[in-house]
């Protein structure tokens, strides 16, 4: 049985990555160091419990995460652990750096010791934030990075840092850059969240600026098949963009959620009055785009494109789940965060 350690599995795409994976056939390790934004425990809905172990850890101690390493004996690594809110990024970049890059390079420190043991590869959870903007057609894998928060920057980083491991001590981390999802046990305070959230209290959603940023969507359960697809897959390559093609404004998105929400009668919001333009965030990006070719070419997965199914389907997980939503708004005031003075 195929042993895989996952860091940062209890955060949002890792907690769905697990709850996907605890089907399989494999023995699981997830180290997270549980922060007010983690899935608890008691919520992931993990099918297999026997082969599925947890250790509460911060990446912080290079000697004691090799230790773990030793222990398990891990055949696969995934490391989703990263803080990833852009506005909260603006408001503390330290604390960003500390957790995106030097909790990072403490995790390919560890795993380049125990790769002189087993030549085992690594998988990098990114983003396509660290490309930057690009106003006409798509990033490709070796295109520059440009990136505009203190979180894409410290994502770059932590991508930059690991290539530069693979040069120097020939090691075998692979980078995976994602588009934006969406979709069960997302913090409330990201957008699609926020905007479910507002309607069914009958508020109007804030959108910022003019909401015509464009952002490309994939629902959750999506990415973690082709994650899986990909950390099984025998294809070479370094560094691969996985997005689903679905590109749209933030307005447009709100509209669609909006008609979905208001046509099952899940608001009593107008249909002309059901957002609120609210001041721009600093360096906010005008649209993201990922080319994902290779990705469809090689590791042949097609992601679906039907945003709608996956709202729905995200809007019914947050009704049905309240007691999640309870346990996280403890630690969530509604606040906005990342504003500059």
């Known amino acids: 049985m195929k042993k895989i350690l996952i860091t940062g599995g209890s955060g949002f795409i890792g907690t769905n990555f697990i709850n996907l994976i605890s089907k399989k056939k494999l023995k699981i390790l997830n180290i997270d160091k549980i922060s007010k934004i983690s899935t608890a425990e008691k919520f992931k809905k993990i099918h297999s419990t026997k082969n599925y ?67 085992i590869k690594l998988f990098h959870i990114s983003t396509d934030e660290v490309y930057g903007s690009i106003r006409q057609g798509q990033f490709k894998e070796n295109d520059n990075y440009n990136p505009s928060s203190p979180y894409s920057a410290s994502k770059a980083s932590s991508d930059l840092i690991a290539k530069a491991f693979n040069r120097t001590y020939k090691t075998k981390i692979k980078i995976l850059n994602l588009t934006n999802n969406f979709g069960p046990y997302q913090y409330p305070e990201k957008f699609i969240p926020t905007l479910i959230f507002h309607f069914l209290k009958n508020k109007k959603a804030p959108i910022y600026g003019a909401g015509l940023n464009i952002r490309e969507w994939m629902y959750v359960d999506d990415c973690c098949n082709a994650i899986v697809k990909c950390i099984f897959s025998d294809v070479k390559y370094e560094q691969l963009n996985i997005g689903s093609g679905v590109r749209i404004t933030n307005l447009d998105l709100a509209k669609l959620l909006f008609k979905i929400m208001k046509k099952r009668k899940l608001t009593k919001l107008k249909e002309n009055n059901f957002l609120k333009n609210v001041k721009d965030r600093p360096g906010h990006d005008i649209r993201y785009a990922l080319n994902s070719n290779f990705f469809k070419k090689n590791i042949k997965l097609n992601i679906s494109k039907n945003l709608k199914n996956g709202l729905i389907s995200t809007i019914n997980w947050y009704i049905e789940n309240k007691k999640w939503l309870k346990s996280v708004n403890k630690s969530y005031d509604f606040k906005r965060l990342g504003l500059i003075d």
Not at 90 to 112: G, Q, W
Request: no cysteine; aromatic share 18%; proline share 3%.
């Open 53 to 119: 172990s947890f250790v509460k850890y911060n990446l912080s101690d290079k000697r004691r995460l090799l230790s773990i390493f030793n222990k398990f004996k891990p055949d696969i690594v995934v490391n989703f652990a990263a803080e990833s809110h852009v506005d909260r990024s603006i408001s503390d970049p330290i604390y960003f750096i500390k957790n995106n890059i030097i909790s990072s390079t403490n995790l390919f420190f560890s795993y380049k010791e125990y790769f002189k043991k087993r030549k």
